[in-house]
């Protein structure tokens, strides 16, 4: 009966070092999903290629973009979809961590209209007219 | 011997554990940076101001006033109210025109903060990142009475704060 006993020990070594292995795995995983998929980050990353898009476009054009993400990740850190976005001037800012948000400008000089069409954010931009 | 592999076993799990670690935080920790694309963009609509349907705008050989510059090109140098940056303009643009036979210069203006030009000289034979962003296109133009033209645009963009680490 000890082959069967030291059978055994062998299977339980062999399971626990599998379980340890998966846990720290695990672990790793989660963490470079937390990092990617950081409020802070995606923040940065809207708000400079929305002023990438604006620059980038001529009067009369309509952009449209998909935020179900971003409106995922601000509604679960407080933040309404109506204040995931401002635009003041020509300086874009988006807030999904519920904090400050992060701002970056665009040196096309036009006037930009934005709304949300359910979970997608719509772009208009337009000449600017004279006050 | 199943101990002193499970040892070793683990201490190569903590090296890809701290190699994985410092991958990541040194990729996420760096901001995004997206001056090359706006120096791009920058002197592509610049470009099209300069000599819409690349034909000349004959207005840029004469003396350029930088604020009819602003209204013409539909340009916007004002930035976020941060790191000073109102005080210290983060765009520049120059412009040279040339005779395309003699290579005479015929205009040149700027644009905006002209001291960040002073970074360009330094990066002539090396690219440096903690530095403005320097760009530099040429291209050919004639104008109304089929005169030929070199036009040179060179934009820069600091806006080192957010972009560069």
Known sequence: ??????????????????????????????????????????????SKSVALMIDASKPETLITLDFTDVIKQ???????????????????????????????????DVSVKSYFDEDKLILLVQEKTAA | MDKTISIYWFAILFIVAGAVIYMVVSFYG???????????????????????????????????????????????????????????????LKFRIFNFDSNELLSEGNFGNSNL??????????????????LTRKFYSIDSNENKFLVEITSVISKLEKNVK
């Open chain 1, 1 to 46: 009966m000890k082959w069967l006993e030291k059978r055994g020990n062998i299977i339980m070594e062999n399971l626990v070092f599998i379980i340890l292995n998966l846990v720290f795995f695990s672990i790793m995983i989660l963490f470079v999903a937390t990092k990617m998929s950081s409020p802070y980050l995606m923040e940065e990353k809207y």
């Open chain 2, 30 to 92: 760096n901001p995004l940076d997206v001056r090359e694309m706006e120096a791009n963009i920058l002197s592509s609509k610049f470009a099209e101001c300069i000599a819409p349907d690349n034909l000349l705008n004959e207005k840029f050989l004469s003396s350029y006033d930088e604020q009819i510059f602003f209204d013409d090109c539909g340009i916007n140098f004002e930035t976020e109210n941060s790191f000073n940056w109102k005080e210290q303009k983060q765009y520049f």
């Open chain 2, 117 to 134: 030009y002073d970074f360009c000289e330094f990066q002539k034979e090396k690219e440096q990142s903690n530095l403005p962003f320097c």
């Open chain 1, 74 to 108: 601000a509604k679960k850190n407080g933040v309404s979809k109506e204040a995931v976005i401002t635009l003041a001037g020509n300086v874009i800012s988006v807030n999904v961590a519920g904090k400050n948000g992060y701002s970056y400008s665009f040196f096309n």
